[in-house]
């Protein structure tokens, strides 16, 4: 299977790594990731702002932040899955019969499972449907994310 969408890198959380452990997959997701032994937040010139010991996290709760580029994470969940996961459909309703969900895709094409994960953005069809409509608003910051290769310099290693 080849990766399903192309991004940028993400942080798993020790939390999240907890769920993962309880999901069988922790080993494997650890395998694919960096585990990150120190953590910086730093302001634009580089002055260290805040820092936290990823080590000291990891030996107080179990895990600590791992960090995994957004395609392998997805890769390596698919590939753990024994059921086919639908891409690049638009979900447009779902139906919830007896012990089942059928999700119906703008093309008029239907998929029928045990459950339905809603993994499809921030204009969420399942969740307003299956939850609540959101009610969207700016909140007056906008996020701008890159890839920028450089050359740090010498001496700096974060």
């Known amino acids: ?26 080993n494997m997701l650890k395998d694919r990731s960096y585990f990150l032994h120190t953590i910086y937040i730093k302001d634009y010139k580089g002055n260290i702002l805040q820092q936290v010991d990823n080590n000291a996290i990891k030996a ?14 997805q890769y390596s969940l698919a590939e753990a899955l024994d059921y086919p996961i639908h891409t690049g459909r638009k979900c447009v309703a779902i139906l919830e019969e007896g012990s089942g969900v059928t999700a119906i895709f703008e093309d ?23 939850i609540a409509k959101a009610d969207y608003r700016y909140s007056g910051q906008t996020c701008w994310r890159a890839i920028v290769p450089m050359e740090l310099p010498p001496g700096r290693t974060t």
């Open 60 to 73: 107080k709760y179990g895990n600590g932040t791992h960090a995994i580029h957004r395609a392998t994470l």
């Open 108 to 130: 008029g094409s239907r998929a029928q499972g045990d459950l339905l994960i809603g993994a499809d953005g921030i204009r969420s069809i399942v969740r307003e449907q299956c």
């Open 1 to 26: 299977m080849k990766a399903i969408i192309i991004g940028a890198g993400i942080w798993l959380g020790g939390n999240a790594m907890r769920v993962y452990e309880r999901l069988g997959l922790a």
